[in-house]
């Protein structure tokens, strides 16, 4: 019989009912129907051209055709079980490898993280240099990127999408100074910037460094109005990009993974 045709979920099925030489306590097992665990024997049966079980005055009992194919069953389900540890093994457990916006970092990820960091003490922190690095090549367990949703990745908001317009304190809201722009959060028409920033965090520093005023996500901006560097003219109001955490679904069901998920969109 070919690899590709082996019945899998029916030899699982036969192998709980082995062990517990009952279909009951198998359905149990499985969380399934003693019928349908019937059926799968009956399928398996007929698949293989034996009879793998009969039934006595004491209860169900092994056949030897199917006692026969019992211990290189279970011989191959614990190298099955192997053989995913060996796969899983590949994303360790004590190492994060992280894409995220430099400024995004400074602003709001590193603070977080040393807090998640002081209960997972001997864990190690990758900071991808690419916030947009492919997940495979670089062997991504997550990336924080800005946009209007997870799209084919599995991701969760870190913040509500909203933006500000933020200036020094020395700025005043009826004030006509120069503007700070970046690709993204494009100024109202008639607005002729001082900057054209390449990325929010370059419009953050020239905005910081009192060069103008500029549009940023809320989420990076907190922190800095939080501290006095920058004051808010204008705001909070919807955006439609926000900053989001991100994994393909086989790392997002890892269990690190969902760790740190859980605890950053708390």
């Known amino acids: 019989m070919k690899r590709t045709h082996l019945p899998l979920n029916a030899l699982r099925v036969f192998d709980a009912a082995a062990r517990h030489l009952s279909f009951t306590r198998a ?5 399934v129907t003693p ?21 006595t005055s004491k209860g169900l009992e092994l056949t030897p055709e ?12 614990l ?6 540890d060996a796969m899983q093994a590949g994303q360790a457990s004590d190492r994060y490898t992280i894409a995220v916006p430099r400024e995004f970092y400074a602003e709001w990820l590193a603070p977080r993280l040393a807090k998640f960091q002081a209960g997972t003490p001997g864990v190690q922190y990758i900071l991808a240099p690419d916030e947009h690095a492919d997940f495979t090549e670089a062997n991504l367990d997550l990336a924080i990127r800005l946009v209007d949703g997870p799209g084919e990745l599995e991701g969760v908001q870190l913040a509500p999408p909203m933006r500000v317009t933020v200036a020094v304190p020395e700025s005043r809201a009826n004030d006509s100074g120069p503007w700070i722009d970046w690709p993204g959060m494009p100024l109202p028409q008639g607005i002729t910037p001082c900057i054209k920033a390449g990325s929010p965090g370059q419009a953050l520093a020239s905005a910081v460094a ?19 560097s920058l004051m808010v003219l204008d705001g909070p109001e919807p955006a439609i990009r926000t900053y989001w955490l991100l994994a393909p679904p086989p790392q997002w069901r890892a269990k690190k993974v969902r760790a740190l998920v859980g605890f950053l969109s708390s």
């Open 27 to 31: 359905a149990d097992e499985l969380a």
């Open 35 to 55: 019928a349908a665990v019937g059926q799968q024997i009956r399928a398996l049966e007929d698949v293989l051209g034996v009879v793998l079980f009969r039934r």
């Open 66 to 77: 199917g006692l026969a194919g019992l211990d290189p069953l279970r011989e191959g389900f």
């Open 79 to 84: 190298r099955f079980e192997e053989s995913v």
């Open 210 to 228: 009192g060069m103008g005023r500029t549009v940023l996500p809320l989420a990076l901006a907190e922190a800095a109005i939080a501290r006095g």
